[in-house]
């Protein structure tokens, strides 16, 4: 029974928090997506912050063309200082919280534009804004699942090779093989 529980948790053998080398080139795309979004975040909360827009007010300010508050000024603030952490560690941890902050960015612009016309609508999000969540949320996912989520990842790429840890092997044993036929006075 526990062995039916542990794989239908992971049912490929290898989990989303696989380990990436540090030097690993993949870092650096996780790197860049991160710091750029969190960049992107906080500038826009600080322009709105500067504004001395009410944290709470839905009276339409807007600033670099999106609706925002006091609460959505601070909120991206948190989210983009977040996503700069995750650029400074890089890694596996920039992959992770790339797609999780996407899949939420997605959420909440699906929540948001459910609530566009209502009174609960208290980060004053605009259609504009819903948008912009979208094109953020699939931006960050898109940068944390290069190279680690995919049919077709190469063979060197190492999510493949911890989820593939045999054929792996095999490959590895077939390279190191044809290495000492192709030199044999230096094995």
């Known amino acids: 029974m526990a062995r039916r529980v542990q794989r239908a948790l992971h049912p490929v053998n290898a989990r989303l928090d696989e ?3 540090t030097d690993h080139k993949l870092s650096q795309v996780y790197r860049v997506g991160a710091g750029l979004t969190g960049v992107l975040l906080v500038v826009f909360g600080i322009l709105g912050l500067v504004d001395r827009i009410g944290f709470f007010d839905t009276g339409g300010d807007t600033v670099l063309a999106l609706n925002t508050n ?3 000024s601070v909120l991206s603030i948190c989210i983009g200082g977040l996503l700069i952490v995750g650029m400074v ?3 596996t941890f920039a992959s992770t919280l790339n797609i999780v902050l996407g899949v939420l960015f997605i959420a909440s612009g699906f929540v948001n534009l459910a609530l566009l016309d209502t009174g609960l609508n208290f ?3 605009k259609i504009q804004n819903v948008l912009f969540s979208f094109v953020v949320g699939v931006m960050l996912m898109w940068f944390g699942m290069y190279g680690r989520v995919g049919s077709a990842l190469p063979h060197d790429n190492p999510y493949w090779r911890a989820r593939h840890p045999e054929q792996a092997a095999r490959e590895d044993r077939a390279r190191l093989a044809r290495a000492r036929l192709a030199r044999p006075d230096t094995v």
């Open 19 to 21: 380990h990436l080398p």
């Open 70 to 72: 006091g609460a959505l």
């Open 89 to 91: 560690v890089g890694g």
């Open 123 to 125: 980060l004053a999000f």
